[in-house]
């Protein structure tokens, strides 16, 4: 057996079913409950059924795309999955609305025992990975078994040694001479038949899981907000590129700030790059920088006076990244800046449709070389480009979702690879360091932007996750 | 290539591999291409977990594993990535 990741730090848990069809809820509440306590009887563990969306499992059905980074491949082959023990979607359990499920016992035919496939995928919510033992429930491929009150050796000696046996006392700190904790009752195993069924006020239509409900960097494409417009009609442009292209000199400064400098320690990153081997963070018409040794004084500064030509009134930064010529290249709006140093290179600004991007795209949220492949990346809303450095221009088979980025959603703020070669994305005030070979998140929760990069100390009721 | 006789296409295995942890997913963006050897490699431990011999080809007995309904929670079979920079055991996965 394998032990995935964290286990919940509590023994009694709450799930929620969270969509159904009318016909099939009793039995649906039925199987659940019936396969969590496969997992109840073997182990110190308790489960509640509670009507709320901070239930520690939730359990839905959908189809295809649901908003999770996972999409179903409608009937047979994945059938379902879930998420391992965590905040957030930490614990659900998704099944595929596609397949032809039977939820009572002894049913057969064509269609899927929906009662084993959620005792494997609640073992997933438990913590377990998936094992190489065929006869374990946690065997990846579906066996049309019939479920068993008793577990599997393999599958009861993985639960139980992450949360213990019944009839055992569990954790390393308690005295031998102290008496023995109470097995717990199994009245409080479920509630099935305690309380009506209540809809959620959301599910009354049988409306789409949601997952905003809980989790602010979702990334929902039922749901999301829309900022990218993509069937807009496009009006032919009459303005002229906010800078003509000329060679200012002395640069202009900003005679009055329009806003204050931005808090060091507890403000969003507009955008984020090394340039010569520093970090520059921008917010505003402010950046920060960051050297060798931690942040030079006088900072944050308007970015003016280190790249004078830049617009006289831009709002902001959108994306830097420092391109394999060593040029710098600034977008604002619906145009990019190439500057050799503090230089803007002659013929900049530029619209951003020379880089092959629709007339549609009014902004780019982030730019930044992926270390895994030196590829230079934009992203904008919920798509992203890859852009072919030697043609000036983005690839063909692009864009893509952003979901390929798994756990970092739409609508980013920022991104940039960091000198250990790692690629970092930013959102709000928090930021992911990105695994490139999983493809996702190394850790689904947000850290604290300013605690690392601008090396804020921790408050003092603030607390230290990362120790936790 | 293809030569007709097989049920899937190598298509077929290549995303199942990447899908399921048995090569790196960043190949789905990079479409890096894996040699003969490292794709067998990938198949071996694909045909170990699931309880078949490990041929490192892309036989009867995979093709049938590979059309087996399933979980789509991925293997996690960490030694299937190349990359030496993933032979990290002390990273967990949180979720999927």
Redesign the interface.
């Known amino acids: 057996y394998v032990l995935q990741g964290p286990k919940w730090d509590k023994t009694d848990l709450t799930w929620s079913l969270v969509n159904w069809t009318m016909e099939d809820a009793p039995q649906i509440r039925r199987a659940l409950t019936e396969a969590l306590s496969v997992w109840a009887h073997s182990s110190k563990l308790t489960f509640r059924e509670v009507r709320s969306d901070q239930a520690d499992i939730q359990v839905l059905f959908a189809r295809g795309d649901h908003g999770d980074g996972y999409k179903f491949d409608g009937p047979g082959m994945v059938l379902a999955h879930a998420f391992y023990p965590g905040v957030g979607r930490g614990g659900d359990a998704h099944f595929d609305a596609d397949e032809k499920w039977h939820f009572t016992r002894g049913e057969r035919g064509d269609s899927t025992n929906f009662l084993g496939v959620a005792v494997h995928e609640f073992g997933h919510s438990l913590g377990l990975g998936h094992s190489s033992d065929q006869n374990a429930i946690m065997y990846p491929w579906y066996h049309d078994n019939e479920v068993d009150i008793n577990l599997p050796a393999d599958d009861r000696n993985a639960i139980q040694q992450l949360y213990g046996s019944k009839d055992k006392t569990w954790g390393p700190f308690k005295p031998p001479t102290r008496p023995k904790t109470p097995p717990t009752t199994t009245t409080t195993t479920t509630t099935t038949t305690r309380r009506p069924l209540v809809y959620y006020p959301q599910n009354r239509h049988n409306e789409p899981y949601d997952p905003r409900r809980r989790y602010p960097y979702n990334n929902n494409p039922h749901q999301r907000d829309r900022k990218l417009p993509t069937t807009t009609t496009y009006r032919p442009r009459t303005d002229s590129p906010p800078h003509p292209t000329r060679t200012w000199y002395p640069p202009p400064q900003p005679t009055k700030p329009k806003k204050l400098k931005p808090d060091t320690c507890h403000t969003t990153y507009d955008a984020i790059s090394i340039i010569r081997r520093e970090i520059f963070i921008f917010r505003g018409q402010f950046l920060w920088r960051i050297g060798d040794h931690g942040l030079y004084p006088g900072y944050p500064t308007y970015t003016h006076r280190l790249w004078a030509e830049l617009p006289k009134n831009f709002s902001k930064v959108d994306a830097v990244y420092e391109n394999k010529d060593r040029k710098i290249v600034f977008f604002i709006g619906r145009y990019y800046y190439v500057f050799d140093s503090v230089t803007l290179v002659s013929g900049y600004p530029q619209p951003l449709t020379s880089l092959g991007l629709p007339q549609s795209l009014t902004h780019i949220d982030a730019a930044f070389v992926w270390g895994y492949n030196n590829r230079t990346y934009l992203t904008s809303g919920t798509l992203y480009w890859r852009l072919d450095e030697d043609t000036g221009r983005v690839e063909l088979d692009y864009p893509r979702d952003m979901s390929i980025w798994r756990g970092i959603g739409y609508n980013i703020d920022a991104a940039f690879k960091y000198t250990n070669g790692k690629t970092y994305f930013f959102k709000g005030y928090g930021y992911w360091e990105f695994n490139d070979d999983l493809m996702e998140v190394a850790h689904p929760r947000p850290k604290l932007s300013a605690r690392k990069w601008m090396h804020c100390p921790r408050l003092v009721n603030e607390v230290d996750e990362e120790q936790t | 290539a293809n030569n007709g006789k097989s049920a899937v296409s190598e298509d077929t295995v290549y995303n199942y591999l990447m899908e399921?942890?048995y090569l790196?997913?960043?190949d789905?963006?990079?479409g890096?291409l894996r040699t003969e050897e490292q794709l067998k490699d990938a198949i071996r431990k694909l045909q170990?977990?699931?309880?078949i011999p490990a041929t490192g080809e892309i036989d009867e007995a995979t093709q049938k594993?590979i059309?087996?309904?399933?979980?789509?929670?991925?293997?996690?079979t960490r030694t299937a990535?190349f990359?030496p920079?993933?032979l990290q055991y002390g990273?967990?996965?949180?979720?999927?």
């Not at chain 2, 170990?48 to 309880?51: I, T």
């Not at chain 2, 990273?91 to 999927?96: I, N, P, Q």
């Open positions: 399921f942890d790196p997913k960043s789905i963006e990079t890096a170990r977990f699931g309880n594993l059309h087996r309904p399933r979980c789509g929670v991925g293997d996690n990535n990359s920079d993933n990273h967990h996965r949180m979720k999927r």
